[in-house]
């Protein structure tokens, strides 16, 4: 995590140098999504974590990346069950909700209403006593996706990388309209129950 911090780091002053608007706000989001891998990294480096309890996790990200984005005037409805994964699935999980996250903040300013929902639920999985599967969903209050959109589709960087991570746990990510205006990001994916 030392070593990406000097990374972000190093994006952060070469920002500070480029004319060209298109390249600093590009340095600036490689320099962000650098800073948030930094950060995660740091939450789980201690070789005694296993598990990971993820709604306290989340709550702590959401606040990173509020901070991150500089939108201190965003409201975060936090709505966050109580769910253990295993640390491996922490960091793909910790990236993907900081693209949909970061995203979503975005949206809400687009909308005029920065705003987000952020919720974590479980329900077991049918025919397997062992396993939950777990539900994540971030909710912007903007001005939703066009007709017909399709996260597989999508030319977005951060959408890019949210589908990579989410491919690699086993998660299905979609992005739809929401019910009273907005998108919701939900990401699904089942994992063993603990305790």
């Known amino acids: 995590s030392n070593n990406l911090a000097t990374v972000a780091a190093l994006l952060r002053m070469q920002t500070g140098r480029t004319i060209d608007e298109t390249a600093r706000q590009t340095l600036g989001e490689a320099q962000l999504r650098i800073a948030t891998i930094s950060r995660l990294q740091r939450r789980l480096h201690s070789p005694e974590i296993q598990r990971v309890e993820i709604g306290a996790f989340l709550r702590d990200i959401a606040s990173d990346c ?3 984005a500089g939108a201190g005037d965003t409201e975060i409805n936090l709505d966050l069950g109580h769910v253990v994964v ?3 699935k922490a960091v793909p999980l910790g990236v993907i909700i900081s693209e949909l996250l970061r995203n979503a903040v975005e949206q809400g300013r687009t909308g005029g209403d920065p705003q987000l929902d952020l919720s974590l639920s479980t329900v077991p999985v049918p025919d397997a006593a062992d396993l939950l599967r777990v539900t994540i969903a971030v909710r912007d209050h903007g001005p939703g996706v066009p007709k017909g959109f399709r996260v597989d589709d999508s030319a977005s960087l951060g959408l890019g990388i949210a589908r990579q991570f989410a491919a690699q746990i086993g998660a299905v990510l979609t992005i ?10 939900e990401l699904i994916f089942d994992t063993p129950r603990v305790g």
Do not use: L, T, V
């Open 176 to 185: 739809r309209n929401a019910k009273g205006g907005g998108a919701i990001s």
């Open 86 to 88: 295993p640390q491996e």
């Open 66 to 68: 509020i901070e991150a």
